[in-house]
């Protein structure tokens, strides 16, 4: 089992920045992607960005592509999401998830956190 707990949600203004931090544990030993997705109400959820087991290589939605970055730090067993130039649609509950491979697909991923708000305002 692995447990995934994010932090550093909040409020912040359009074209701001915020870091969100996603901490593993449990079975931190096995390889894993990671990867982040959000959700607002009565809709699916979306895919953000993953990265792969191997070092340095991510994967991002279109809608994210040169405002987010996904890094990993494999020491301390966490993820983390930087947002740059933010926009009132990115507001959403994000989720960090762990699974076989990095993919848009969210049947892919075993574990899941339980989220953390994120508000853009206008």
């Known amino acids: 089992q692995v447990q995934l707990v994010e932090s550093g949600g909040g409020l912040v203004q359009a074209g701001g920045s915020l870091r969100l931090s996603c901490a593993a544990s449990g079975r931190t030993g096995s390889r894993y992607a990671m990867a982040w997705f959000r959700q607002t109400p009565g809709k699916e959820r979306e895919f953000v960005g993953a990265v792969h087991w191997s070092p340095g290589t991510t994967v991002y939605a279109d809608s994210v592509k040169g405002r987010f970055t996904c890094s990993r730090d494999y020491a301390k067993n966490t993820l983390y999401l930087q947002m740059n130039s933010l926009k009132p649609e990115d507001t959403a509950v994000y989720y960090c998830?762990?699974?076989?491979?990095?993919?848009?697909?969210?049947?892919?991923?075993?574990?899941w956190g339980q989220g953390t708000q994120v508000t853009v305002s206008s």
């Open positions: 998830a762990a699974g076989r491979i990095a993919t848009a697909r969210t049947s892919m991923y075993d574990y």
